[in-house]
């Protein structure tokens, strides 16, 4: 298997009706997608709810996905947290329970300077797991451009970036000043990011529509536009909730829709309004009409 290409999914967090982890609905995910074709397996992100789990469960939803993928495709765990020091105990930790590598945010309650971003990497990379750096300036206060992801790449376990600013143009600028590979992080540019050299993609409503998502890609990175753009102009609707604030609602609510229910988000996440499922109910529908 290559490490960070393909289609990987930053997977949801099943909760039962009570809002407690289904740990049987999320070894059984982990599990359909994989069947489904996809190259790796994202817990704990942004999508996974992270920020609600308890240590606990946080520790048991890695174990799980660990577990389910067997070995037939890399997890790369979200390390996100408040502090550089918890953040390595949960590198650590992916580490001890066989993680092939870890996604990183820079620090997250605050607006950092450069070195304390550098110092946060290096810090993480000491654990020894390969590290995806992970860009998204629209939901955290840093922004890491090109000029400054160069900085990073010279510590020793950085080896990958989720882009995540909307900026497609930042993947020239990327591989022009690093060696790192670039997954892309937003749906909604999946196909651009394949058609420019993207070796990946974090992908967040794959976790609905996964074979067509895997398909979609692999044919813009072959160059193979038509192809692609016929399965990603269906996918699109649907795809730009990915850069929505209630993107995780989306995702359970098309997953719902699909048959594959896993139950609601835990607050402060609420649910969906009703012109929002409509909207996606809309999306949905036009993403698996003939």
């Not at 971003?117 to 840093?142: F, K, Q, R």
């Not at 692999?218 to 038509?226: I, S």
């Not at 997953?255 to 609601?264: I, K, Q």
């Amino acid at each position: 298997m290559s490490l960070f290409s393909g289609v990987y999914v930053a997977i949801v967090t099943p909760f039962d009706d009570k809002l407690n982890v289904d740990v049987s609905h999320l070894g059984e995910h982990v599990d359909w997608l994989i069947r489904e074709g996809v190259d790796g397996i994202v817990p704990t992100g942004s999508v996974g709810e992270y920020a609600t789990l308890s240590a606990e469960e946080r520790r048991t939803v890695v174990e799980t996905a660990i577990a389910a993928a067997a070995g037939r495709v890399p997890v790369i765990v979200g390390t996100a947290a408040a502090a550089t020091g918890m953040a390595v105990q949960w590198a650590e930790h992916a580490k001890q329970a066989g993680a092939a590598g870890i996604m990183a945010l820079p620090p997250i309650s605050y607006r950092p300077s450069e070195a304390e971003v550098i110092h946060h990497y290096e810090s993480l990379s000491a654990v020894g797991l390969p590290i995806v750096v992970y860009n998204n300036p629209h939901d955290y206060p840093t922004d890491m451009k090109p000029a400054f992801l160069q900085k990073l790449s010279a510590i020793e376990n950085v080896v990958a970036v989720k882009e995540f600013s909307g900026d497609i143009r930042r993947v020239h600028d990327i591989q022009r000043l690093t060696d790192l590979k670039i997954m892309i992080g937003v749906d909604d540019l999946a196909m651009e990011g394949g058609l420019l050299g993207a070796t990946g993609w974090i992908a967040g409503l794959t976790n609905v529509m996964p074979s067509e998502s895997v398909r979609m890609f692999k044919l813009a990175q072959q160059g193979r536009l038509d192809e692609a753009i016929a399965i990603y102009r269906k996918l699109l609707p649907l795809f730009h909730w990915d850069a929505n604030p209630r993107l995780v609602q989306a995702i359970k609510y098309s997953m719902e829709l699909a048959g594959r229910p896993m139950g609601l988000t835990r607050p402060p996440r609420l649910p969906l309004t009703e012109a929002e499922q409509n909207d996606i109910r809309e999306a949905y529908a036009y993403a698996t009409s003939e």
